[in-house]
T-cell receptor
């Protein structure tokens, strides 16, 4: 079956750096997405990786290794507003999105 | 201007009732979706329409019936509501459905509570 694994919850300190990992096993691969979802709100798009390597976008970076079925989202200079759930999703060979359960990130002052 | 708007935001109803959730997008996207997010926060695809045509119909009870009058609207009607239908239902849209970089724009969600 198809599977996306990511930690359920992580805690980090304001101003620090945190890395949220995602491993996947899917039928084919057409890209990996990270979405941010604040409590009670809609998911919003953060990043898309289809080739191996690091994509940087301001304080957020996303890394992909297709051979290892692995990605991470790196958040730098953490701010309180970064407290949210971070959802990893993979597009399979049929262009269907397979979603992880999300990682709830708690930022402490 | 809200890109993807869905109504109502909250819906509390009794078991056995029938209810509808409406969704509209003003992004000019060709594809629209309904997702269900349960208490464990998994996002599960229910339906997907491309230009008013059904392209994804996951295993959901036939009490759930989507309707797309045009490519900017995708409504969800639920018959004979059950306790297990309680969840947040998200509408989303994307430019198309058959490409890799297919970014979804979500509506704010409709929280359905069945008593």
């Amino acid at each position: 079956g198809q599977n996306i694994d990511q930690p359920t919850e992580m805690t980090a300190t304001e101003g620090a750096i945190v890395q949220i990992n995602c491993t996947y096993q899917t039928s084919g691969f057409n890209g990996l997405f990270w979405y941010q979802q604040h409590a009670g709100e809609a998911p919003t798009f953060l990043s898309y990786n289809v080739l191996d390597g690091l994509e940087e976008k301001g304080r957020f970076s996303s890394f992909l290794s297709r051979s290892k079925g692995y990605s991470y989202l790196l958040l730098k200079e953490l701010q309180m507003k970064d407290s949210a759930s971070y959802l990893c999703a993979v597009m399979d060979s049929n262009y269907q999105l397979i979603w992880g359960a999300g990682t709830k990130l708690i930022i402490k002052p | 201007d809200t890109a993807v708007s869905q109504t109502p935001k909250y819906l509390v109803t009794q078991m056995g009732n029938d209810k509808s959730i409406k969704c509209e997008q003003n992004l000019g996207h060709d594809t629209m979706y309904w997702y269900k997010q349960d208490s464990k926060k998994f996002l599960k695809i229910m339906f997907s329409y491309n230009n008013k045509e059904l392209i994804i119909n996951e295993t959901v009870p036939n009490r759930f019936s989507p309707k797309s009058p045009d490519k900017a609207h995708l409504n969800l009607h639920i018959n004979s509501l059950e306790l297990g239908d309680s969840a947040v239902y998200f509408c989303a849209s994307s430019q198309d459905s058959g490409s890799g970089a297919n970014v979804l724009t979500f509506g704010a969600g409709s929280r359905l509570t069945v008593l």
